[in-house]
C-alpha cells in the first residue's frame, strides 16, 4: 500500500515523476532495498500480476495537487499491462 500524500511530497521534488516512477521508488529504507523492491514492482505490474492499492486522496491537503494525483492515477490505471489491478481510497468527508 502507498500513502498519496507521500506521492504528493514526492511531487514536489520531481515536478514531472509520474505514479508507477513513484511506486518504483517508495518502498524500501535503504537505496538498495528501494531498487530491489523498484525491480519486483516493475516485473509485477509488467507481467500484469500487481495489485496496487494507493491510500488516502483525501490526506492529499492542497486541491490542486490531489486533482492533478486523481488524473495521474486515472493515466497509470488506464495504461496498465492487462490483469493488473488498481484500488485508491479516500474519505468523502476529507474532501472539500
Avoid: C, W
Avoid at 2 to 11: I, M, S
Avoid at 40 to 55: N, P, Q
Amino acid at each position: 500500500m502507498a500513502r498519496l500524500a507521500e506521492y504528493a511530497d514526492f511531487l514536489k521534488d520531481r515536478k514531472g515523476a509520474r505514479l508507477r516512477e513513484f511506486l518504483t521508488q517508495y518502498f524500501g529504507d535503504t537505496p538498495e532495498k528501494r531498487t530491489r523492491f523498484g525491480r519486483v514492482i516493475e516485473d509485477a505490474l509488467r507481467s500484469g500480476k500487481a495489485f496496487v492499492l494507493l491510500d488516502g486522496l483525501d490526506e492529499v491537503p492542497d486541491v490542486g495537487m490531489r486533482i492533478r494525483i486523481a488524473h495521474e492515477i486515472e493515466t497509470f490505471a488506464t495504461n496498465l499491462e492487462s490483469d493488473n489491478r488498481v484500488v485508491f481510497t479516500s474519505r468523502i468527508v476529507g474532501l472539500s
